[in-house]
């Protein structure tokens, strides 16, 4: 029979804790901590007041190919990797600083909430590890973003370089469209 730690427990629940609260879902929660589902669902509901969201975990590398996340996966990713060569720090821990600094340069989005969530930046370093996802290096702009690991990338341009038509033509910005235009009359 091996021992409990308690202060081993109490490290898993501080970083489960950190890890609801920066919006992670109970898959990766149970991927990440050592604590039992039944623990982190009372921690979950605890701290939230609700039962944590159910259904699947993003599983598609596409998602972030497309403009906006692209750009936002891109800045995750890179903020990683340089934690990763210079911080001397990984795993997890890595992934919640890189987060956290990505939460510091973008701020919410139009509905609240940051366009890459806690879930997604993690699903994007598993994409990474298994070769899936890579970068590739604007020939415009230097800057390095994410492609599909298997794609031509010689030429490529990054979407900040050459933005799609439709590019900031949300809900959000046609409603304030409109009532700057009704403000003026």
């Known amino acids: 029979m091996t021992k409990k730690s308690v ?10 804790i950190e890890l609801i609260n ?13 604590l039992s589902r039944e623990r982190l669902l009372k921690l979950y509901k ?15 590398t596409d998602w972030f190919i497309t403009w906006q996340p692209n750009i ?7 903020i990683y990797k340089y934690l990763i060569q210079h911080a001397r720090i990984s795993g997890i821990q890595a992934i919640i600083k890189a987060y956290k600094l990505y939460l510091e340069q973008v701020g919410p989005g139009p509905d609240g909430e ?31 973003y994410v492609v599909h ?3 031509l990338n010689n030429d490529y341009t990054c979407g900040l370089c050459h933005m799609p038509s439709r590019a900031g033509k949300t809900k959000k910005a046609r409603e304030e469209a409109a009532q700057a235009a009704l403000a003026s009359v």
Do not use: Y
Not at 7 to 16: G, K, P, V
Not at 46 to 60: A, H, N, T, W
Not at 72 to 78: A, E, G, K, P, T
């Open 149 to 151: 690991q298997l794609d």
């Open 72 to 78: 936002h996966s891109s800045l995750f990713i890179n």
């Open 22 to 34: 920066l919006g992670a879902r109970l898959q990766l929660l149970e991927s990440e901590t050592k």
């Open 114 to 144: 940051p366009v890459l969530s806690l879930t997604r930046a993690w699903t994007l370093v598993r994409f990474f590890e298994s070769k899936m996802l890579t970068t590739a290096c604007c020939g415009k702009c230097g800057g390095d």
């Open 7 to 16: 202060i081993t427990e109490a490290q898993e629940i501080q970083l489960a």
């Open 46 to 60: 605890e701290l939230k007041g609700v039962s944590p969201p159910k259904g699947m975990l993003p599983f598609s």
